[in-house]
């Protein structure tokens, strides 16, 4: 079989990486994607963090920080107005 006959090697695609609309709700998101998200400036963020208001958070052995996606869903859903 000659190198031109053979058929081209398939890559794998994940869900994710063809823009999918649904997010994994195990996503770990770094605070600059919820700054992105909410449009907020990272102070807003650690200013809400100071006050006990932000969502909560995990705290990596590097001292970063990252957000569940699951959790800020949640977080957000709590702040609706009852309209």
Same mark, same amino acid.
């Given at each position: 079989?000659? *190198?031109?006959? *053979? +058929?081209? =090697?398939?890559? !794998?695609?994940?869900?994710?990486?063809?823009? !999918?609309?649904? +997010?994994?709700? $195990?996503?770990?998101?770094?605070?600059?994607?919820?700054?992105?998200?909410?449009?907020?400036? =990272?102070?807003?963020?650690?200013?809400?963090? #100071?006050? *006990?208001? %932000? =969502? +909560?958070?995990?705290?990596? =052995?590097?001292? #970063?920080? @990252?957000?569940? *996606?699951?959790?800020?869903? !949640?977080?957000? !859903?709590? @702040?609706? $107005? %009852? %309209?």
């Amino acid at each position: 079989m000659k *190198r031109s006959d *053979r +058929p081209a =090697p398939t890559k !794998s695609v994940k869900l994710a990486e063809v823009g !999918s609309s649904v +997010p994994d709700p $195990d996503e770990k998101l770094t605070v600059a994607d919820i700054c992105r998200e909410l449009k907020i400036a =990272p102070s807003t963020f650690y200013d809400w963090r #100071q006050k *006990r208001l %932000a =969502p +909560p958070c995990l705290t990596l =052995p590097n001292g #970063q920080l @990252r957000v569940v *996606r699951r959790d800020l869903d !949640s977080w957000l !859903s709590g @702040r609706r $107005d %009852a %309209a």
